[in-house]
């Protein structure tokens, strides 16, 4: 008797999904497609001898070698979390390491962070779009979704937590001005919510210094981390590596305390020997390695911002991200984005994420979020040339079906 | 203003409780300490030379480090995948690669098991005693309990799903005869449940070939893993190394569609290279690796059993395990397993856990768990015979009290 598993699942079992994310980054092997859609790395950009000559290292000594492959503690290694209130002191962030827990990557930080702060009756606060995996993260508590534009409105709002990008977001790659950033924390002051900051890609500034985060404007107001309601996110994932699935939290002490037992009871620890690694990684990688990465990535955003000028038909809008890997993309109404794709990769070779799948609520299916960090300047501009001729194509058979 | 965080915890978040082992295992740092805490392997066995040699060979070659380094899929890393549909065949159980999701360690396997499946009214059935890191990932959820022994019982039980390690289990040691197997999955069966099958200690068998895995026997009953109750959780931590955090979970193809899902969501995957270096050590390491194992384990368990006879007085119990790492031990009733600790500490300068730490309820607190997997046979004989002295003191003065 074949079992039927669905009725035997638990309440976020049913509610869990499969992303059209997920589903796009497999076409990344076809060699004749042009893709913008997964934000992946340029693994040219890998400190690839750095990482063997560390292992190396490692691997020579016995003790550390024996250490790097054994269990180790909940809350990370002391050693990467002694890096990393550096780090965030260089970020104008003061804290101790008993403020930092490593996850696996900023994707566990948020599923984590879900899990400790949302119940099932819970309102969170996202911005439209936001970030696919704080998403599919929060599926497993089900709260419902508000527009955290409200957090800004006169009156305040019921809601649980905020959640932010600030700097060059996924998918946007909007950056929240200074103005906006005091007006989010006021309005989480105000009706007392907690914020979570994704820093994701805030190694990717492109046109200058970063602004303040979230957390060092909250901290400068409250006078100290343990007074903050900003729970800061970070990940090696855009900046080093994604592949060894190393990220860290920074919050008050009584949050990252419940967060080290969660940790401890969803996988024990992350893998000693990958934070070893980034350890030694961050001890050693030249201080401009930021600015190579910077100096790869600009040339690429330039490339896609002028041809999307060149060759979008009027009607289409599009961001100028000042760092990361994203262009959003807004067509005329009655495009829609998924339909949309299918053409591209069957008529032009083209992809990209259709836009619907950034927002919680209510999606408006005429977006599209394009990545550049993947694909040569030459290629972008081809690329963009063929989208542009389809939306073209499209948006002239859509204006004469609505005059015939 | 200090915030009052404990306030804003869901329901999960204020569950979420310290364990007693995880405090334990500081005291491994302590020099002085015989610890009997901690189950962890000997670092001496850690294949450390071709850990090296693999990573390595990993770095020499620029395509392979690159996809090392890189985003991979959820599911996990297709060689290692294909490397495990052989280890399972060879265990008697025929599946494909989409039977098949890594995790990290089986801690995260049972994490997303319990997410999958158990909702807020559920009930779990375990052993008395049980794997504390089961209780751990299932707090999640919050299920009820019950005892698996209920399963065999003439009636049927309402309950979502039993919990078994049968083999070595951690915390006693015992092991499952044949008869105990059958009996468990017809009582599964009658009942309708579920059944997750922890194998982390099934390379460590001393004494013989292992009995049949309760996946084995479902599939010979219901003639396809599609057919199986059975959910089988594996991991590399106590037969190759534990820091990588890399295990798998075998199941019917619509769990294992679901638990990908729920992996992509928790931390997109595990490691690459933690992946890649693992199915490259699958493919080196020599046959006889397991034997090394169980013949440097098995000359520890005999002398901690006969250091037990010897030293323990009348009226404590205690397991002869075939394999793994742990003795289970019963001391008369009205002692206390955490106030003994504390006195073994402090007087004897010896460490064990209390075993009511692996009750799901009504623990009994007259229990411990010995681990003789990291101390050589000298050290475990000096540290049971200060911990008979110590027992036998308590249990005199104990007596001594009753008459008076």
């Given at each position: 008797m074949v079992m039927d598993w669905s009725e035997r699942f638990s309440p976020y079992g049913r509610r869990a999904k499969a992303s059209e994310i997920r589903e796009l980054l497999k076409l990344l092997d076809q060699p004749d497609i042009i893709s913008f859609a997964g934000g992946i790395p340029d693994p040219k950009l890998f400190p690839r001898q750095l990482m063997a000559d560390v292992h190396a290292e490692i691997f020579a000594d016995e003790a550390l070698s024996n250490q790097a492959l054994?269990?180790?503690?909940?809350?990370?290694?002391?050693?990467?979390?002694?890096?990393?209130?550096?780090?965030?002191?260089?970020?104008?962030?003061?804290?101790?390491?008993?403020?930092?827990?490593?996850?696996?990557?900023?994707?566990?930080?948020?599923?984590?962070?879900?899990?400790?702060?949302?119940?099932?009756?819970?309102?969170?606060?996202?911005?439209?779009?936001?970030?696919?995996?704080?998403?599919?993260?929060?599926?497993?508590?089900?709260?419902?979704?508000?527009?955290?534009?409200?957090?800004?409105?006169?009156?305040?709002?019921?809601?649980?937590?905020?959640?932010?990008?600030?700097?060059?977001?996924?998918?946007?790659?909007?950056?929240?001005?200074?103005?906006?950033?005091?007006?989010?924390?006021?309005?989480?002051?105000?009706?007392?919510?907690?914020?979570?900051?994704?820093?994701?890609?805030?190694?990717?500034?492109?046109?200058?210094?970063?602004?303040?985060?979230?957390?060092?404007?909250?901290?400068?107001?409250?006078?100290?981390i343990e007074n903050s309601r900003v729970i800061y996110c970070g990940t090696f994932s855009k900046s080093v590596v994604p592949g060894l699935r190393v990220g860290w939290i920074v919050a008050a002490t009584p949050i990252v305390q419940k967060l080290v037992l969660m940790k401890q009871a969803s996988d024990l620890h992350t893998s000693t020997l990958a934070q070893m690694t980034l350890a030694k990684v961050m001890e050693c990688l030249p201080a401009h390695h930021a600015d190579t990465l910077c100096d790869t990535y600009r040339p690429r955003r330039d490339a896609m911002v002028q041809a999307l000028e060149e060759f979008m038909p009027e009607g289409v809008t599009f961001t100028r991200p000042g760092g990361g890997m994203f262009i959003w993309v807004e067509l005329p109404e009655g495009f829609d984005g998924a339909a949309l794709l299918a053409r591209a990769i069957a008529e032009e070779r083209v992809a990209f994420v259709p836009g619907s799948a950034f927002y919680a609520t209510q999606p408006k299916l005429n977006t599209l979020r394009l990545s550049f960090s993947a694909t040569a300047p030459e290629k972008i501009r081809e690329g963009i040339r063929r989208l542009g001729a389809l939306i073209a194509r499209e948006h002239n058979g859509m204006s004469r079906a609505a005059t015939a």
């Open positions: 054994q269990y180790s503690v909940s809350e990370g290694y002391g050693p990467l979390r002694d890096l990393l209130v550096a780090e965030m002191k260089s970020l104008g962030i003061t804290c101790t390491k008993d403020n930092i827990v490593i996850t696996n990557g900023s994707q566990q930080g948020l599923d984590l962070l879900g899990r400790l702060f949302i119940g099932p009756d819970d309102k969170v606060l996202v911005a439209r779009p936001t970030y696919l995996g704080l998403l599919q993260a929060f599926t497993a508590s089900g709260p419902t979704y508000g527009d955290i534009a409200a957090l800004t409105g006169p009156a305040p709002v019921r809601a649980k937590l905020a959640y932010a990008m600030p700097d060059f977001q996924n998918p946007s790659g909007e950056t929240m001005t200074l103005a906006e950033r005091e007006a989010l924390l006021e309005g989480a002051r105000r009706s007392d919510l907690m914020v979570i900051e994704d820093t994701a890609y805030n190694k990717l500034s492109f046109d200058g210094p970063l602004l303040p985060s979230l957390m060092e404007l909250d901290i400068a107001r409250e006078g100290d």
